[in-house]
């Protein structure tokens, strides 16, 4: 008999989590295929400083060769996925329609940006989830300070050194709070613009990290102050231009930059499966295998994950979950084959880690609220010990941003009309 194929869709932190385990449990008992567009699995929490020129890209971005050996990588896109024939058909780098049949199925399709239907986001916002946008955003930074020295209008100087960033979240917190330093530095050595980068953040929610403890949230909003950066809750973006936005106050703010930190979605993918879904998350239950199906499990951003410490609740889009649902199913798998036995899906907090840039983070490891050079330590760590590869290079280059200024060039390898904040859905 044929070993049986069990096929993982998305190599983010669910998918390369489940891929891992599976590879463990298995032994080479099963052919484990991971179908991903890439073949590096992308460590998100550090892509900040990507942006900001603390690391370099390939620091954050884990060869999966590397990482999952016994695992048979796939590059390409997933697209119809065929739950009677057990099929799921596929696009490779070059375009060529493949289809890969499956015994077990793991979805872990993760997200996109979310947008809102907010006049000119799609065309003169851009999102951060990828290496690409963080690239183009170093390079933005760089570009508008080096443009602004340049102008001859004190108009376009200020915009171009005015930077909004919509969202308070987690992404929108960490890149304007490192930006700020970023810029700084930028134009320390340009007397015409020296004083005039400023940063905005703007939130619908009361507070910034308005998901998190407020002790956290007070932490973070005090290092945001303290550097001049601009909060504005319970403001929304109504309109964006090439010259500016419009806030939902009414008040127009000149600049060039809009980075857009509002949230995230589910991977389009979902929607066009026939599964069940639950804002926009495929329907599964406590076990994360999806109901009718029990060759189909799914896990991470993409699966509607029920907390089962808070009936009625879904459980977070959080790297924290999706990397305990992909160990989950993965040994949920094994035991429907019979090797140990299913598990449901059970996880307290273990607390988080927001990076603020320079000697400042605030973090709250089991519910211990922490700030400054101790927030900063445990945010580290934490990280280190998340990543499964590159630590050394990691440390490195933390090593050499502590020691030396960083290299304020612009590459022009990713220009915005490769990066654009998709608007459908």
């Known amino acids: ?171 929108g917190t960490e890149v304007a709070a490192q930006g700020t330093l970023f810029t700084a530095a930028l134009a320390a050595g340009r007397p015409l613009v020296r004083d005039l980068p400023r940063w905005l953040v703007v939130d619908t929610a009361d507070r910034v990290l308005p998901t998190l403890d407020p002790r956290l949230s007070h932490t973070a909003a005090e290092v945001l102050r303290m550097r001049g950066v601009r909060v504005l809750t319970g403001t929304g973006v109504d309109r964006a231009g090439p010259d500016g936005v419009r806030l939902s106050t009414g008040e127009q703010v000149p600049t060039r930059t809009l980075v857009w930190c509002v949230g995230v979605r589910p991977e389009p993918l979902v929607a066009g499966l026939g599964l069940a879904t639950q804002d926009g998350r495929l329907v599964v239950d406590e076990f994360l295998n999806v109901p009718g199906r029990p060759d189909v499990f799914a896990c991470g951003d993409a699966a509607a994950v029920p907390d089962v410490l808070r009936p009625g609740s879904l459980t977070g889009m959080t790297a924290q979950h999706a990397v305990r649902q992909g160990r989950l199913a993965a040994g949920n798998v094994a035991a429907s084959y019979g090797h140990g036995r299913r598990r449901p899906y059970r996880h307290r907090d273990l607390g988080f880690a927001v990076d603020l840039g320079g000697w400042k983070a605030a973090a709250n490891p089991l519910g211990v609220p922490l700030g400054g050079v101790a927030g900063k330590a445990v945010t580290r760590g934490y990280h280190l010990l998340s990543m499964p590869g590159n630590r050394t290079r990691v440390v490195t280059d933390w090593l050499l941003d502590a020691t030396l200024s960083r290299q304020p060039v612009q590459l022009g390898l990713v220009r915005g009309s490769a990066i654009p904040l998709a608007a459908d859905g």
């Open 1 to 171: 008999m044929a070993r049986p194929r069990i096929v993982i869709v998305g190599a983010g932190f669910a998918g390369h989590s489940a891929a891992r385990r599976l590879q463990r449990l298995a032994r080479g008992r099963a052919e484990i295929v991971l179908l991903n567009p890439t073949d590096y699995f992308l460590y998100l929490p550090l892509l900040p400083e990507v942006a900001t020129g603390v690391l370099e890209p390939r620091r954050i971005s884990v060869p999966l060769a590397a990482t999952l050996p016994g695992v048979r990588v796939l590059l390409g896109h997933a697209g119809a996925v065929d739950l009677n024939a057990r099929t799921v058909e596929w696009a490779d780098p070059e375009g060529r329609r493949r289809v890969l049949g499956y015994h077990r199925l793991v979805l872990a399709l993760g997200s996109v940006n979310k947008l809102l239907p907010v006049p000119g986001v799609s065309e003169y916002a851009h999102g951060f989830r990828g290496v690409a946008e963080a690239l183009y955003l170093r390079d933005h930074l760089t570009r508008q300070i080096e443009l602004a020295e340049q102008a001859t209008d004190p108009a376009e100087r200020r915009a171009r050194c005015t930077f909004v960033v919509a969202g308070a979240g987690y992404t």
